[in-house]
């Protein structure tokens, strides 16, 4: 089963408007990523964000980390039509039956920026 | 350039026929992983190396094989392939045990008739 699910997944804005997306998950983590995609191509990674950490920026980009909710948001804001992209979130929380670390994805949430 | 290069992009075989997909990066990193990326699924994990000769099975191993034999190389290998396994392959790599960014290959379009 998917650890992070990401909501809603599809969302349509204009230029210049803010966009949020939100991610849960089920068990404890390490830390949680957001990844980008474009169609049909490999995977960018955007921001990480440590589960001692409430809240991280990088450029237009805002994450926010919720551990007692087990939820994560992403919000790009004044939005381009450049940000046209699925949008991933990852979590890193290993895996006790295994002992495996391993990035665990959701199914992503489809932005469109209309230009 | 930092990078994870996969060959090839795009690939159509027939049920059967054993084909690799080869993936390197010039990162030095010591983790890398192979996922598979379906509609509504998601990216899942198929295999994971955590370092040269040591690798694992993933969330969906069956049907794949993988090694690594040197520390930049890790193919993944698909004896005999099934229409089943037909999707968009990702090799990715990241620093040690305690994962950080990961760096994705453009990816493998893998048909399967």
């Known amino acids: 089963s998917q650890q992070g699910e990401e909501d809603p997944q599809a969302l349509s804005i204009q230029e210049g408007e803010n966009a949020t997306m939100n991610c849960s998950y089920k068990?404890?983590?390490?830390?949680l990523q957001w990844y980008r995609q474009n169609s049909g191509r490999g995977l960018v990674h955007l921001i990480l964000?440590?589960?001692?950490?409430r809240e991280k920026h990088s450029g237009r980009l805002r994450v926010t980390l919720d551990t007692s909710k087990k939820s994560s948001s992403l919000l790009i804001t004044a939005s381009r039509a450049a940000d046209t992209a699925s949008y991933f979130c990852?979590?890193?929380?290993?895996?006790?039956?295994?002992?495996?670390?391993?990035?665990?994805f959701g199914s992503g949430t489809r932005l469109q920026v209309q230009p | 350039e930092a990078q994870v290069t996969q060959n090839p992009r795009y690939l159509i075989t027939v049920t059967g026929k054993k084909l690799t997909v080869t993936c390197s990066q010039n990162?030095?990193?010591?983790?890398m992983s192979w996922y598979r990326q379906d509609p509504g699924l998601g990216l899942r994990q198929i295999y994971y190396?955590?370092?040269?000769?040591?690798?694992d099975k993933g969330d969906v191993p069956e049907g794949y094989k993988v090694s690594r034999k040197e520390k930049r190389n890790f193919p993944l290998i698909l004896e005999s392939p099934s229409p089943n396994q037909t999707s968009l392959y990702f090799c990715?790599?990241?620093?040690?045990?305690?994962?950080?960014?990961?760096?994705f290959g453009q990816g493998t379009r893998l048909t399967v008739v």
């Open positions: 990715a790599s990241s620093r040690g045990q305690g994962l950080t960014e990961a760096f």
């Open positions: 068990t404890s983590i390490n830390n």
């Open positions: 964000i440590r589960s001692n950490e």
């Open positions: 990852a979590t890193d929380g290993g895996r006790k039956d295994t002992g495996r670390r391993a990035l665990t």
């Open positions: 990162m030095n990193h010591e983790y």
């Open positions: 190396s955590m370092n040269v000769e040591v690798t």
